[in-house]
């Protein structure tokens, strides 16, 4: 087994070097390289037409534009929430000074379940914070009652489900706001960024203030704002990334295909198939390790993986209710996240990208399929 050559769990999708050469030049003749520039004007209304969203504010990175939501939105107390996620989904509470209360996920999806909500609702609630985890739709309309019901915001971290839709429409439409990240190892990259997606204009007008500072004019502050601004060479890369996503998409599709078909008959291995009426984009490809069945334990899968040369991810394992930030927390006993628990315990996210070759495809299954 050759093993020199690593095959890494993503691969960033890359502009065309000759083509952001000459947006550099641009960038360079206009003299403006950050601060609302026109490549940053641009990109963010190519954005907002490409994922089918009103408005959509771009920041630096993913984190920062859930920070923010929850400013704009003067979120305070508890807000309830997901422990299996990226750690910045929590840290984005904490960091507001608020409380992070975990509930259970729904094993059909690894989203939030809805049915664990209520149970979690306190007066001090103010708002619900779910993750479309691997880019699968949350249950958005059950979460949305019980948001309606105890007038609760609603704040998507919708970092892997750029692009994503239902029936034809957008999943970021969902709630109050949705988070994307434009990390380099997500489906569209602008490098590091990320953006957030609203309804109303006063809404957008209000997020481009917070994150410059708060400034409303030469003079005025109007509340405790951040530096979030994206610059001028990241939009414009961006731009490039937004003509190629689609290939990225149907390329890591067909490696979607390719995968289920060869899993399909391994005893011991689950995995997800697309969801009907749901346009995915294949962000990551979990699958599920039944030791019993399986004859092997999933670290020890992990790990026979790595020998040979092909990293998977153990996404999202530790829960985040595991860090010692969390851990103390009533809500992080694993008594109250049974399928948090188990989903973080069984789970490889295998390589997942748009330049996987058949060899390197072949050899991913050869390590899985025995
Ligand atoms: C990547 C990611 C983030 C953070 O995005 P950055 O751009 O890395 O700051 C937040 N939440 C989830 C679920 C993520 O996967």
Redesign the pocket.
Known sequence: MNTSTMITVTSPLLPDIEEFHELLKEVWNNKWITNNGSFHRRLEAALAEYLKVPYVSLFT????P?LTALQALRITGEVITTPY??V??THSIWWNGCRPVFVDIDPATGGIDPDCIEAAITPKTTAIMP?H?YGKPCKTKEIQAIADKYGLKVIY?A??AFGVEVEGESILNAGDMS?L???A??VYNTV???ALVMHDEKTKQRIDNLKNFGFTGETTVIAPGINGKMDEIRSAYGLLNLRQVDAAIEARHQVAIRYREALRPVKGISFWDDMPGVRHNYSYFPIFVNAEEYGMTRDELYFHMKEQGVLGRRYFYPLISEFSTYRGLPSSTRENLPNAYKMADTVICLPMHHVLSDVDIKRILDCVVK
């Open positions: 990175n993913g984190t920062l859930l996620s990226f910045a989904t993750v985890v971290d970092a892997h988070t990240s434009f990390h190892t997500k590091e960024g990320g």
